[in-house]
């Protein structure tokens, strides 16, 4: 039993350290942390996004991302459907959400959107990738698909070329596992800052820089700040640079492949004391937008 509180001690504070899955490239995958920017794309945006973390270190984080989102025609309202397969050691969470936006235009460039999520979470214990004394313990039987509901909602002020936003993505906290009473995964509550601005700096505009931001707050973790500065050439090439206060710094990489089509890949490299034990992060997008005559998307859109 004891050898079983460790590991899962280990994991909780990986849990409590991420919470939410994380992400290198947040500028485009915006829905999964604020639901009301669905639809703000002005186009069916589809995204599909595989993340990689830690190489090399044993029950590291591995998450699958899928979203659809898109603005209803000849309303105001934009929706938005996502999963997340998140895996860390021998847990795995599925979380399917959906997204309602509602958006007020305030100028003739600038709207504001206001957003709910409603989220159904699958937790699974994988016993069988554990090592514990007491094989008959009826605690750790049949800790398949435990199911749990939230809500959560957001903010977000946006133009063609700049953003801010506010959530909470999961306003309930939920003990995804507990032992004789004491919550050892615990989903705690996330409340979420993102801004970015595009700056032409040419005049042709073949050069576009856009600075963004990410801030990240739990409880019990310290804030979690995300700086990252990206370059786009022609409308077509994009790199960049980021960094994970007191975690990591990233590169990179974007291609427009059609005006439809666009692939990005991120490398994390660890500042902390990880970076013994693991040869980085790897995460790499596609994101595929259809029927964009909505007369609302200035293409291409850098976020």
Known sequence: MKKLILVFMFFSIVS??????QYTQYMYNTIEVNPAYAGSRGALSVFGL???????????????TFSVNTPLKNSDLGLGVSLVNDKIGPTVENTLSADLS?????????NLSFGIKGTA?????????LSYEDQDDPQFQNLKNKFSPNVGAGIYYHSDRAYIGLSVPNFIETNRYDSEDVAIFKE???????????FNLDRLEYIKFKPALMAKMVEGAPLQVDVSGNFMFNDKFVLGLAYRWSA???????????KG???????????T???????????IFLRFEFFNNFNKMISPRFF
Do not use: C
């Open 248 to 258: 990591s710094v990233s590169a990179m990489a974007g291609f427009q492949v059609t």
């Open 102 to 110: 509602y958006t007020i235009p305030t100028s003739e460039s600038w």
């Open 273 to 283: 004391q990880l970076r013994k034990y693991n040869s980085g992060s790897h995460e």
């Open 188 to 198: 705690k509550i996330n409340y979420y800052l993102i801004a970015g601005y595009v």
């Open 16 to 21: 409590y350290a991420q919470q939410d899955a």
């Open 50 to 64: 595989y993340r990689t973390q830690w190489i090399g270190l044993d029950g590291a984080p591995e998450t699958s």
């Open 121 to 129: 979470n699958l937790f699974n214990i994988d016993i069988n990738k």
């Open 261 to 271: 089509m666009y692939i990005g890949y991120g490398y994390d490299h660890e500042t």
